[in-house]
Nanobody, 118 residues
Framework: QVQLVESGGGLVQPGGSLRLSCAASGIIFSIYHMGWYRQAPGKQRELVAAITTGGSTNYTDSVKGRFTISRDNAKNTVYLQMNSLKPEDTAVYYC????????????WGQGTQVTVSS
């Protein structure tokens, strides 16, 4: 059974940094493209960063140049380094596999809250 466990969120001032981690189990992690999503209150969940099995990355425009996604297949973990954080980055952040034929895994993790506020 797929299990995704996100961690690393917290309260940070504007301009600050956080590094999120997502540990995956129950899957052959290395064969999946992975991504980080976020969901702000009252908004739909959006994909903000993705990394392919080969390490190619892509970002939504609002985070380009500030966020960096990476993966460690030996640890079954995907990371999101977030710099120059803005209040509009406040959301619950989740990881999943966005490009599966059947869509993301149905078993979403609990997410990790990121709050950017002074």
């Amino acid at each position: 059974q797929v299990q995704l466990v996100e961690s690393g969120g917290g309260l940070v001032q504007p301009g600050g940094s956080l590094r999120l981690s997502c540990a995956a189990s129950g899957i052959i992690f290395s064969i999946y493209h992975m991504g980080w999503y976020r969901q702000a209150p009252g908004k739909q969940r959006e994909l903000v960063a993705a990394i392919t099995t080969g390490g190619s990355t892509n970002y939504t425009d609002s985070v380009k140049g500030r966020f960096t996604i990476s993966r460690d297949n030996a640890k079954n973990t995907v990371y999101l380094q977030m710099n120059s954080l803005k209040p509009e980055d406040t959301a619950v952040y989740y990881c999943n596999a966005p490009f599966r034929i059947l869509g993301p895994f149905k078993s979403w993790g609990q997410g990790t809250q990121v709050t950017v506020s002074s």
